[in-house]
């Protein structure tokens, strides 16, 4: 038989059990939203998590030896030589070391323009990391991230999480104006002074005054320092006298399978690896993973409890229609003919259910979301929507229901297929 | 056009074998109507599903417009049953959810790939519903019609695809006297048009439209 001819009687089937297709569909229309909408609800959440903590699987944060007894002989200190050790572990793609200056950095006054939102006679204290140019080479836009010199305007990039932590907590507590939306920092210049410090007693008796640019937002620069180029971090403790070990080294690992291995040789090398920001990561992707896989199971479940329904269903169909399978067979239908028109029933059933729940996914999570932020305060990291709906979703929320629908109309189908025409219409 | 020699068809009643159709010789030509009459139970439903090919289990031998039908696969034979052969039933055995319109075109819609497409089917099927008389009723549900307009229905049906052969099984058996004659009249003129008609029956009343008469008993023709 055609597939034409196939359709057409599967459909026609359908149309004279309306109210059967109707609670068959509804189930498998149940089972397609809830896959839908927990799998959306956990790739959100996700995202959202990802947002919050942005760790970089391939990433290994090498620091000194907590406790040490080579330590205290002088080894295991992050210099060049161990950036170089580093850089050779095999798996290791690229090591940037980083040094936090020890010369304090102070902004007295507001950047240009910025007057207002700077609370009077406060004199900001800036943590400075050094990193190399090539670990934010990808944030700066192609700008020149590179040392000035002295007297040259220095070239900053902060934190992408900063700002959200600004809009969020910080301007909301001191009441200062929000960054408007639509307006970028990036480009914006500082007046600071090198070697002031608001601690007494931690101040360097010579004050430079320069000026900081910031030139881009990065993941890879720690929330709450301003990062500027390794070479100008060595030059102001050059000229400061002060000690020049890195206090930290970024691995980049080539792929993130390679970073158990990559940690292991580090350790073995007697450093040790900061854990906090990726365990952190780690822990609520977990979290999120684990929830999301167990409400994932749980709509599994729901299409196994369709397909059995659709199977119950369909069986008892056939069951009640032999004479109509035995007539379809005297009229030309083969016993194959026929297993496909019930497969068909099956799969339309299937596919009108997954379609009608995709959609019915979608209307909830918007329902959600509207609840949700209207219930939530503000907070940093909030997102927009708590849903992700990536472009194969709504045909893997068809297509689960389809072959639940399918798999449920198999045995119903094999049945159909051995109805003999001859005894049942005698 | 029909032919069946030497047809031996037993059924298993637990471990007793009843023997249905013990050497069954008959031919139908072209343009012939041949009445079969026997008693319920004679057999002579079943005969009819082997020269239909809905039967496979029998001995002896049967051939349709010259095909054998032991040699057929079974895709050969439901070609065979939807291009050269009609059936026509006691009960009519329309398709309830489908329209009487849509129940004259299945055999349309069950054809191969190279079928005709659906608007010539639909086409036709109104053509044949227009010969039985019941183009006014073609949308509506075998429920709301007759029992004679049923029959009429799986007549077209079984004329939709040009048949060569028509069986028909009690086919006035569920009809008044008036329809079951309008019907019996309808099989005769099949016959003139040159096809070759079976019909089984235990009513002497169709057996006098018929070219021949047949007596099946104890599983025998006479």
């Known amino acids: 038989m055609s597939a034409r001819g196939l359709f057409w009687i599967a459909r026609a089937r359908l149309r004279a059990d309306r109210r059967g297709v109707l609670l068959d569909a509804a189930a498998a229309c149940v089972g397609g939203a809830a896959l839908v909408f927990f799998l959306a609800l956990g790739l959100g959440v996700s995202a959202a998590a990802r947002r919050m903590f942005p760790a970089d699987a391939r990433l290994v944060e090498v620091i000194p030896p907590v406790v040490s007894l080579r330590g205290v002989l002088g080894g295991e200190k992050l210099d060049d030589l161990a950036v170089g050790r580093l850089a050779r572990i095999p798996g290791v793609s690229a090591a940037w070391p980083k040094l936090m200056l020890k010369v304090p950095v102070a902004a007295p006054q507001a950047p240009p323009g910025l007057a207002q939102s700077w609370p009077p006679g406060m004199t900001l204290q800036i943590p400075v990391l050094g990193v190399p140019p090539a670990m934010v080479a990808d944030d700066v836009g192609g700008e020149r991230f590179e040392d000035p010199g002295p007297g040259g305007t220095i070239p900053v990039v902060l934190s992408r999480r900063l700002l959200e932590v600004y809009e969020k907590t910080i301007a909301p507590a001191w009441n200062l104006p929000r960054i408007p939306p639509g307006v970028s920092l990036v480009g914006l210049e500082m007046p600071v002074r090198i070697g002031l410090s608001i601690v007494p007693g931690k101040g360097e008796p010579k004050v430079t005054p320069a000026r900081v640019r910031l030139i881009g937002l990065s993941d890879r620069v720690p929330m709450y320092v301003m990062a500027v180029p390794l070479g100008t971090a060595r030059r102001l403790h050059a000229e400061y006298g002060k000690e020049g070990i890195y206090t930290q080294v970024t691995l980049l690992a080539s792929r993130p399978d390679d970073v158990p291995a990559v940690a292991a040789t580090v350790h073995r090398m007697g450093f040790d690896v900061d854990e906090g920001d990726q365990a952190a990561a780690e822990r609520v992707g977990a979290v999120v993973g684990v929830t999301a896989g167990a409400l994932v199971l749980l709509s599994v479940v729901m299409c196994v409890l369709a397909a059995l329904a659709i199977a119950r269903s369909l069986s008892a169909s056939v069951a009640g229609r032999v004479r109509e399978i035995a007539v379809l067979q005297a009229l030309g239908a083969t016993p194959s003919d026929v297993r496909w028109v019930v497969l068909l029933e099956g799969g339309m059933i299937g596919l009108s259910g997954g379609v009608a729940g995709t959609f019915l996914a979608a209307l909830v999570s918007l329902a959600v979301d509207a609840v949700a932020l209207s219930l939530l305060p503000d907070f940093p990291f909030r997102p927009e929507t708590f849903f992700a709906f990536p472009p194969w979703l709504p045909f893997l929320g068809a297509a689960v229901p389809v072959l639940a629908a399918l798999a449920g109309a198999l045995a119903p189908a094999a049945a159909a297929a051995r109805v003999e025409p001859a005894r049942t219409l005698s | ?222």
Do not use: C, W
Request: hydrophobic share 45%; aromatic share 4%; no cysteine.
């Open chain 2, 1 to 222: 056009m029909i032919s069946l020699s030497g047809v031996e068809k037993s059924f298993k009643d637990g471990a007793r074998e009843i023997q249905v159709l013990r050497g069954v010789d008959l031919r139908v030509e072209e343009g012939e109507m041949a009445a079969i009459l026997g008693p319920s139970g004679s057999g002579k439903s079943t005969l009819l599903h082997v020269a239909g090919g809905l039967d496979r289990d029998y001995r002896g031998e049967v051939s349709v417009a010259g095909k054998p039908l032991d040699r057929l696969g079974v895709r050969e034979l439901a070609r065979l049953r939807n291009e050269t052969i009609g059936f026509v039933f006691q009960s009519f055995n329309l398709l309830p959810g489908l329209s009487a319109l849509e129940n004259v075109m299945l055999p349309g819609m069950l054809r191969t790939p190279d079928g005709e497409p659906p608007g010539a089917i639909r086409v036709r099927a109104m053509e044949v519903l227009e010969r039985v008389g019941l183009l006014s009723k073609a949308l509506a549900p075998p429920a709301r019609l007759s029992g004679g307009e049923r029959q009429r229905v799986a007549i077209a049906r079984a004329l939709f695809a040009r048949p060569r052969v028509l069986l028909a099984d009690e086919p006035t058996g569920n009809l008044d006297a008036f329809t079951g004659d309008e019907i019996t009249r309808l099989f005769a003129e099949m016959a003139r048009g040159g096809m070759a008609v079976l019909v089984v029956t235990h009513e002497e009343r169709i057996s006098r439209a018929a070219g021949r008469v047949l007596h099946l008993r104890e599983g025998r023709l006479s």
